[in-house]
Every structure is written in C-alpha cells, then in structure tokens.
C-alpha cells in the first residue's frame, strides 16, 4: 500500500505576499500623485501661449436668447382638430372637449389621410408653448411644427390637432 507523501513546500509564499502588497501600494500612490497633477489648477498655462485660433474661440459671444413671450391663455389659442384615424365623429368629439379646457375651435373635419399611427399638435412659429401645454392636456406625446398644411387650410388657427389610432 503506498502512502501520500506530506507536501513540503520550499517556496516563501508569505514574502512573496508581501513584496507584490508593497508593489501594488507604489503603485497607488504614484497614480493618486499623477491625477492630483493633472488636475490641479495651474497658475500658468504649462503649454505655453494660447494660440490664436484658440483665442478666437475663447472670445466668441454667445447670442443672447430670443425673448420669450408669456404662455397665452386658452381662449386666445384657436385650435384646428383633423380626423386622421377613420373613427366617425372622432373631430368633433375632440373639438368639444377642447372647448370644454377653453379653447377657441377653428374647426373640426377629416384629414387628408386616415392612416395617421400616433395622435399629434402641431404649430405655427412662436406657438410652441401653447402646442404643448395642449398636447399635455390631450394626453398627446407628438409635438411638431406644421407640415404639409397650407395657411388657408388652417381657418386662422395656430395650433393644429391630428387624431391617429
């Protein structure tokens, strides 16, 4: 019968321990010096004179924004409700509840198209504030500026609301 032979090992595995420790804390110390370096602020520029290209961009102005005008109430806000699902009487449904919030209808009929896959507000410029407060009240998620309409199909109206599935 054979006997397993008790493993001795000649290798120092506690110093070797130790020395790979000592190792890896040099290097922890030496990243947390380099990153403190680099990120601190200096007094002088270490890459020398700005260049002109980056001076130019440095004095550049950013335009100052464009006035804002103060959000107009309901009943100023004429509203155009289109029927583009296919649902009779979906417009007017719209149209009456929309006058219900307060707003003003410029009318309610069909759409060009009754393929429309997501309901929408859409707006002329400068009414992007009242688009969305409507499309906020609608439950509606899809807000663009007009497309595809022409300022006589509008019948005075500012915003423009598309009934989809």
Do not use: C
Request: avoid cysteine; glycine fraction near 10%; charge should be positive.
């Amino acid at each position: 019968m054979q006997h397993a032979q008790p493993v001795t090992s000649s290798f120092p595995w506690r110093a070797a321990t130790l020395v790979v420790g000592a190792v890896a804390a040099i290097e922890l110390v030496a990243l947390i010096g380099i990153g403190a370096v680099r990120l601190a602020p200096h007094a002088k520029n270490p890459a020398g004179p700005v260049k002109p290209k980056a001076r130019a961009v440095q004095a550049r102005k950013v335009a100052p924004p464009v006035p804002s005008h103060p959000l107009r109430r309901r009943e100023r806000v004429r509203v155009l409700v289109l029927n583009g699902n296919g649902v009779q009487g979906a417009a007017a449904s719209e149209a009456r509840r929309l006058e219900v919030y307060g707003y003003r209808i410029g009318g309610a009929q069909n759409a060009t198209r009754h393929d429309y896959a997501r309901s929408m507000v859409m707006y002329v410029p400068g009414w992007v504030k009242e688009a969305r407060r409507l499309a906020r009240e609608s439950g509606i998620r899809l807000v663009a500026p007009i497309d595809g309409l022409r300022r006589a199909q509008l019948r005075g109206s500012k915003l423009v609301v598309i009934l989809g599935t």
